[in-house]
């Protein structure tokens, strides 16, 4: 009697397959599968009660989540923005340097280098209203407040978002320097000589060349932003009374505080929509902005 | 009118002295070749001239006007780039236009200078591609386009043809020339082949580390080379040197025991023993039966062919006079085998003189 044999190319990938689907395959199918279910973490046998769509049905009414879900949105855009600008920025003077630049590019990564928790935790100390870096300057210079910077609903979101674009924004300098070096010296020299302004040349030629590299830069950073949830967590914990509440914070506090991980594993799938919305819009400015400066012919 | 005048120009980069005082006057209409091996400060030069590259010292006026610290988009000239220099994200269309849509022009205005321009160079066709889309003599004819639809006072070629092909270059060469009759604006062109420099020129500016080592017309250039640098740079097989002594006044001893004369032009300029370098062009250097039939004192060589380069109407023979490698020139060639003893003449009424220690030509 002969044994039946594996193919080859099977037996090869076997270890990559037993990988993938151990971290990446089972707990995708499972969180799928609990999203159906309102698998509470306490009473570990409600996984196997079936309640179809009731989550879902559940989310897409509930005012909390899409407060939160639009909270996010409003979030990603203005920090994006804010980074980019800023990123632009930077990254078009560090170019202009000539004695030290190797210098101040590492030094304009400085944010990146540190744990998003502790950003946090420094914001936090800096944001405080009793004892933070910010309110005793205002102090001192004469101004008698104490602002509740994270108290209040809209001063808070602007003390994360702050945290937020202090962190990061660096990546997108990095991502625009890169690009910035890449530029070809000569359509810019023809575009002196054709009797455009330095800022003309920026507008016509290097943003143009520099659009590919704000996008990529985009697409990482939304990803990033959408999945905000150390400094959050840190700063205000989504509070005070949800005002600063983003998806990921509510969805784990609905998963690991209230131990709904069923209804939490729905929200995540409901808003995965929201990554990957954003990933095609960024995908497709860059095919089309790389077209454009005939990156790909 | 627009005549560009250099005056004492000097280029620093750093500590390093790139120009050495460049004095030139170029006339209105005038086509002017910068040429020279490479690092001799010509590209340096018109990119100065462009507004480009910051003049260390001296002055440059276009049209009277000083233009040492005018932007480039104020000195109304236009280049053409080695590397085309096309903006990628645009269309020939678009690419043709740039500088009439940054300078405001109206949208008639600038569709009609676009057609009249692409009419001129063939581009019709080629309207709404994109430069990665074109070929190379393509490009350089929208590079070329970009240039002339703004009727600049001065066109500015930094070593236009370098990246085509021989064939291709020939073609374009003869096409700018043709730009030049049409137009009629001041060119100033740089390139590193004195073929180009040959052809296009009216006049050849030749440089060397920074200097200038000769002004003057091809024909100039070719037929009273200053020095040994200019009699080698100009003309194609590069003019042939022997070291040699002056012996008494009239005649000069090669290396090797081989006597000739003195040249007419350098007779009386030369004293006895003075080190010299004998130079005379491959063309000058003749077998009989296949040279030019010609009037003049001549020297007969008996001369042992060591190698053949055939050109169809015309054939390069390699062989040796008194240990030095020199070059003749066959007409209406008939095969030559290497080894083969040919009485070649020597045309010495066209020979050249040159001090072997300062290279100076010795001419009267």
């Known amino acids: ?297 | 009118m627009t005549e560009v005048t250099l005056s004492n120009v000097v280029k620093f980069y750093g500590k390093h002295q790139a120009l050495h005082g460049i004095n030139l006057d170029i006339s209105d209409g005038e086509f002017v070749v910068l040429v020279g091996p490479s690092g001799c400060g010509k590209s340096t030069t018109l990119r100065m001239i462009a507004g480009l590259e910051d003049i260390s010292g001296g002055e440059i006026s276009i049209g009277g006007r000083v233009v040492n610290d005018l932007p480039p988009r104020d000195r109304n000239i236009s280049m053409v780039f080695q590397n085309y220099a096309l903006y990628p994200h645009m269309t020939v269309r678009e690419n043709l236009g740039f500088s009439l849509k940054i300078a405001k022009k109206d949208e008639a205005e600038i569709t009609k200078a676009v057609d009249e321009a692409a009419g001129i160079l063939g581009l019709a066709e080629l309207m709404d591609r994109k430069p990665a889309a074109l070929s190379g003599g393509q490009r350089q004819r929208v590079a070329m386009g970009r240039a002339i639809v703004r009727h600049p006072d001065v066109f500015l070629f930094d070593e236009p043809l370098s990246n085509l092909d021989a064939k291709l270059r020939t073609q374009m060469r003869v096409e700018i020339k043709k730009l030049h009759q049409k137009v009629g604006n001041t060119i100033i062109y740089v390139t590193h082949d004195q073929i180009e420099a040959m052809t296009l020129a009216d006049r050849i500016v030749l440089m060397q580390d920074g200097h200038i080592v000769q002004v003057g017309t091809p024909l100039e250039l070719f037929n009273t080379p200053l020095n040994t640098f200019v009699a080698t740079f100009i003309g194609s097989p590069p003019m042939n040197l022997i070291d040699g002594v002056v012996s008494g006044t009239s005649s000069i001893k090669l290396a090797g025991g081989l006597s000739v004369p003195v040249p007419a032009s350098a007779r009386g300029q030369v004293h006895s023993g003075q080190q010299v370098k004998f130079g005379f062009r491959a063309d000058n250097l003749m077998p009989y039966g296949h040279a030019v039939e010609e009037e003049g004192e001549r020297a007969d060589l008996e001369l042992t062919v060591t190698l053949t380069e055939p050109l169809g109407t015309e054939t390069i023979l390699f062989t040796d006079i008194a240990g030095t490698e020199v070059q003749g020139k066959m007409l209406n060639p008939r095969p030559v085998r290497p080894g083969e003893v040919l009485k070649f003449r020597l045309m010495l009424d066209k020979c050249h003189v040159f001090d072997a220690t300062s290279t100076d030509a010795i001419r009267g």
């Not at chain 1, 099977?10 to 151990?22: E, G």
């Not at chain 1, 973490?41 to 509930?62: A, C, F, H, M």
């Not at chain 1, 202009?96 to 590492?106: D, E, H, S, Y």
């Open chain 1, 1 to 297: 009697m002969t044994r039946r044999r594996l193919p080859e190319w099977f037996l090869l990938l076997l270890p990559a397959i037993i990988v993938i689907a151990a971290v990446v395959l089972i707990p995708l199918i499972f969180s799928l599968y609990s999203s159906f279910t309102p698998y509470k973490l306490t009473r570990p046998s409600t996984l196997w009660t079936w309640v179809g769509t009731y989550n879902y049905e559940k989310i897409l009414t509930d005012a909390k989540f899409w407060t939160a879900f639009g909270r996010t949105v409003l979030f990603l855009t203005i920090a994006l923005n804010l980074e980019m600008l800023l990123g632009l920025g930077i990254a078009l003077m560090v170019n202009k340097v000539t004695w030290g630049q190797r210098t101040l590019r590492t030094v304009v990564m400085f944010p990146m280098m540190f744990s998003p928790i502790l950003v946090g935790f420094q914001f936090k100390f800096i944001f405080n209203d009793n004892i933070g870096l910010v309110n005793n300057a205002l102090q001192s210079m004469g101004f008698n407040v104490a602002l509740p910077w994270l108290v209040d609903g809209k001063l808070a979101m602007f003390s994360i978002l702050f945290a937020e674009v202090w962190m990061s924004t660096s990546v997108f300098a990095i991502l625009i320097l890169a690009g910035l070096f890449a530029i070809p010296r000569d359509p810019l020299e023809a575009a002196k000589v054709d009797g455009c302004t330095p800022f003309q040349s920026f507008r016509h030629i290097t943003l143009p060349f520099l659009m590919p590299f704000i996008y990529i830069a985009m697409t990482i950073r939304s990803l990033d932003v959408a999945r905000a949830y150390d400094i959050v967590q840190i700063m205000t914990g989504g509070g005070p009374a949800r005002r600063t509440e983003l998806l990921w914070t509510l969805m784990s506090r609905t998963g690991y505080v209230d131990a709904r991980m069923g209804l939490a594993n729905a929200m995540g799938y409901v808003s995965i929509i929201l990554s990957v919305v954003f990933t095609i819009y960024f995908f497709r400015k860059l095919t089309a902005a790389r077209a454009q400066i005939g990156m790909e012919g």
